[in-house]
């Protein structure tokens, strides 16, 4: 006999002391179902109907009398300005996808006053512990389908989309989220299961007090039984206390937020090899912290948690027996712990800032400790190439590869404490594990307080050779072990109705950014690392996953602090690019659209169109230059030069003429174009890695070689000369803080060769500066934007870089203002009345 169909569908948790229980199917009777607590059986409390819009918030639609109420709460379009997006629309497999954009009859409109209070929970008693269970917003885009033509629909699939053609994501924990047959993430239309079928009650215990977590619910004398899940409200929870260890002069306090816990044990001891001794029953204080408070200043000491709770499904992963690392230790023996105390009090703080250049002013180069530091051409010990302080050493060097460069700015891989529990085995560190910690995986001495000293002490060389500092960021993700999943699953991750990991950061899970102390820990670490370090600013590394509204708190929050910090995203991630969204912020953006177009353009795939969009600094999505950090090569995929190298195996290894060529017309538009460039460590020495996609545990493959740069020392001195114009002679022009007047830029076109005049219109003075390029493998006559040629003197070509002038070989500008450029060629002119 077929097991009969559960007619449950679920439970959660609406506030500390309700919950609402969902039926597979619209309850038509008067009276609720029965509902009873625990293995107890504790009758409920109120139990009453929620509004159809509870459900709706989530689902898109609920039903009343056949006719079919489409919703959207407005809070979803945030980011979206309605008037430029030309509305939304309903899209479904009933109505031909994205074929209705324009018909006004799959428009959705602002639900009026009326309508919008006939939506909302009319008892107010599921507010008493401050959430909205009604669904909380008070305006909606609506669209109402009138029952004869929903009449026979039957799990359809739908979806909301832009006049624009920008589809709205359907909220992660959406109850009738599906999938179609090419992975899209959709809503479903149950016809059955319409905002009927909900049911509010009260419980006899508090989430956090109650010993049992499920309810038993009889429906014509058969009982089921189903488990609480955690509920939106618990996402909300958050606390002001200070937080892990918080030393005084005779005591310690430690503090861990665990909202779902029903016990919390500390572990202290003071040898990190020995066994941790009797545990420490933490207490419940603001009913989410737990917290308790030895006797003595503890610093140096090394702890862990033990965390205690229900399990709720895959909503909950708590173990006893695991070692818990706390999220606010300081520093750390390793990956799996234990924490290590520290008494703040004893790290220096800084007292006077290092002032990086203007944004616009910057030039970065990204890079890797360990890569720089492998193979430095200095007398340092193994262990010091390993880390922090080998790479102190390097930089300090007279002739040192980056103070060489003449950058005047850093961008280093993640530093922050990660998942290598072999301190020797190399890793990018985009596993993090713990925010506020210095890797000890790059410390000299391994754990310990000198991890402290180190870093400080890298940062310092950087700062003394006039190099910003900032730092490669990894908060849309952890690695493993995932010491959080032990303290509160559903609070710090993003989860599927079922309760399995959402990956959109393609590492297996994703942090939910939205949560109020998931903020606050970014914010407090990265403040950690201005207080004591002064980092000059951050790169979010898959900042998508962040959100905007997360981003803009921290903004506010940092620049408090050091006005000067520079903040980019990476803008993107597996589940979305939000680069329009950053645009009104003060936060710069990894710009792929320029990466991946001048990769294109020096094989001569790419328009000049294009090059003049991508030059003259990207203006659609960007609101000031310096939001847009242009770069070719960063540490993930393959290579610049394995990129564009003629070779077919894909390794840039024994690069040919072209390919050389080639990167030197890609370094003369990068250091031309408006915004920041970036560069990744080794470009300018034509570095290769044999083709190799995925490095990011290729230590051997990723180091630096110096020897490469005696072997191309002519491109390396190209992309010096550029640089040193760049933040030179040529500032006033290149490095602009304010979006210049479409007429700054003149331009002619011919092929896919392109001339650009820069301060065309004068408004920066009398200097200009006027560049060409052919990246076609035959010569092309280019008309240029700037008839009087005789105003004009060459300082650079394809392969030298002269500010006060070439002498030779220059490139004939003819009197009737045309340019013959050579194949594969560039050059750049200014006008000669410029001041020196």
């Known amino acids: 006999m077929a097991e009969e169909k559960s007619r449950i569908y679920g439970a959660v948790w609406a506030s500390p002391k309700s919950g ?82 324009g018909q006004e009859e799959w428009k959705l409109h602002e639900a009026d006053h009326t309508l919008a209070e006939g939506l909302r929970e009319k008892d107010a008693s599921p507010r008493e512990n401050g959430t909205a269970e009604d669904g909380g917003d008070s305006r909606y885009l609506t669209l109402t389908v009138p029952r004869k033509r929903a009449k026979g629909w039957k799990d359809r699939q739908f979806k909301f989309v832009t ?27 149950y016809p059955k299961r319409t905002g009927h079928h909900e049911f509010y009650f009260e419980t006899p215990l508090p989430f956090n007090i109650a010993s049992d977590w499920f309810l038993v619910v009889a429906i014509d004398e058969k009982e089921e039984t189903v488990h609480m899940r955690p509920g939106p409200f618990l996402k909300e929870l958050d606390t002001g206390l200070p937080l892990g260890a918080v030393c005084a002069e005779n005591e310690t306090v430690f503090r861990l937020f665990a909202p779902l816990a029903h016990g919390v044990n500390l572990y202290l001891y003071e040898d990190a090899t020995g066994e941790p001794g009797k545990p420490v029953a933490m207490h419940l204080r ?40 706390d999220p606010y230790a300081k520093t750390i023996v390793g990956p799996t712990g234990p924490g290590i105390v520290v008494d703040e009090s004893t790290l220096p703080c800084v007292e006077k800032p290092f002032s990086p250049p203007p944004w616009q002013e910057l ?24 880390g922090f302080s080998g790479l102190a050493r390097w930089v300090r060097e007279n002739g040192s590869y980056l103070r060489s460069l003449g950058i005047n700015a850093v961008e280093l891989q993640p530093i922050q404490a990660y998942d290598s529990a072999d301190f020797a085995e190399y890793g990018w560190g985009y596993m993090p594990i713990n925010y506020f910690s210095p890797a000890p995986q790059y410390c000299s001495s391994g754990a310990g307080a000198d991890v402290f000293a180190e870093f400080a002490d890298l940062v310092a060389a950087f700062h003394g050779a006039g190099i910003a500092v900032l730092i490669d960021v990894v908060y849309n993700h952890t690695g493993e072990p995932n010491h959080f999943q032990y303290i509160d699953r559903n609070y710090y991750f993003l989860l599927d109705q079922h309760g399995n990991y959402l990956n959109y950061s393609g590492c297996g899970n994703t942090f939910d950014c939205t949560t109020p102390m998931v903020r606050r820990l970014i914010i407090d670490s990265l403040l950690f690392l201005i207080k004591h370090f002064d980092v000059d600013g951050f790169r979010f590394d898959l900042g998508e996953l962040l959100g905007r509204d997360t981003l803009v708190e921290i903004e506010k929050a940092v620049k408090a602090v050091k006005p000067s910090t520079v ?24 710009n792929d659209g320029y990466r991946e177009f001048l990769k294109e353009y020096v094989r001569g795939e790419g328009g000049a169109e294009g090059l003049f969009y991508f030059m003259t600094g990207s203006r659609d999505s960007f609101r000031f230059p310096a939001q847009t950090v242009n770069y070719v090569e960063s540490h993930d995929d393959r290579c610049w030069i394995d990129e564009i190298t003629e070779h077919e195996s ?9 390919d050389r060529r080639r990167t030197h017309l890609m370094a003369a538009i990068l250091f031309l174009s408006g915004g920041i460039p970036m560069l990744h460590q080794g470009v300018d020495m034509l570095k290769s890695k044999g083709g190799k996609r995925n490095t990011y545990q290729d230590g051997d493959t990723n180091a630096l070689h110096y020897e490469r740069m005696r072997e191309f020392p002519s491109t390396h001195d190209y992309f010096r000369a550029w640089i040193a114009f760049r933040m030179g002679e040529g500032r006033r022009l290149l490095c602009l803080h304010d979006p210049p007047n479409r007429e700054y830029y003149a331009s002619s076109r011919k092929e896919n060769a392109l001339a650009l005049l820069i301060n065309a219109d004068g408004s920066r003075g009398a200097d200009r500066l006027l560049f060409a390029v052919n990246p076609a493998f035959h010569p092309v006559s280019l008309p240029l934007p700037e008839p009087d040629v005789t105003q004009l003197k060459q300082i650079a070509d394809a392969e030298r870089f002269d500010a006060k002038g070439l002498r030779s070989a220059l490139l004939p500008l003819d009197d009737d203002g045309h340019v013959r450029l050579p194949p594969l060629s560039c050059a750049l002119w200014r006008a000669k009345e410029s001041p020196d």
């Open 363 to 386: 030039v970065v180069v990204e890079g890797h400790v360990r890569d720089l530091a492998a193979h430095a051409p200095v007398e340092i010990s193994n262990g010091e190439r390993s």
């Open 163 to 189: 006049g624009k053609e920008r589809w709205i994501d359907v909220p992660h924990d959406a109850p009738n989220e599906v999938c179609d047959d090419q992975g899209n993430r959709n809503y479903a239309y």
């Open 650 to 658: 894909g390794s840039g290894e024994h690069p040919t003429l072209n």
């Open 20 to 101: 609402v229980l969902s039926l597979r199917e619209d309850w038509n009777r008067k009276k609720p179902p029965m509902i009873f607590w625990g293995a107890d059986r504790l009758p409920v409390r109120r139990v009453r109907p929620a509004p159809p819009m509870h459900y709706a918030r989530l689902s898109g639609y609920y039903s009343e009398g056949g006719d079919v109420h489409f919703v959207l709460p407005l809070s979803e379009l945030a980011d979206f300005d309605l008037e430029e997006e030309r509305g939304v629309y309903l899209a479904g497999d009933f109505n031909g996808w994205q074929e209705v954009i």
């Open 567 to 590: 903040l980019v995203a990476e803008p993107w991630s597996f589940r979305g690019h939000i680069v329009d969204q950053l645009k009104d912020t003060g936060i710069a953006s990894w």
């Open 286 to 325: 603001d009913n989410v912290v737990w917290e308790t408070t030895v006797p003595g200043n503890r610093n140096g000491w090394f702890y862990h948690y033990q965390v205690h709770g229900h399990a709720v499904e895959a909503f909950t992963h708590f173990d006893p027996d695991f070692r818990v690392l």
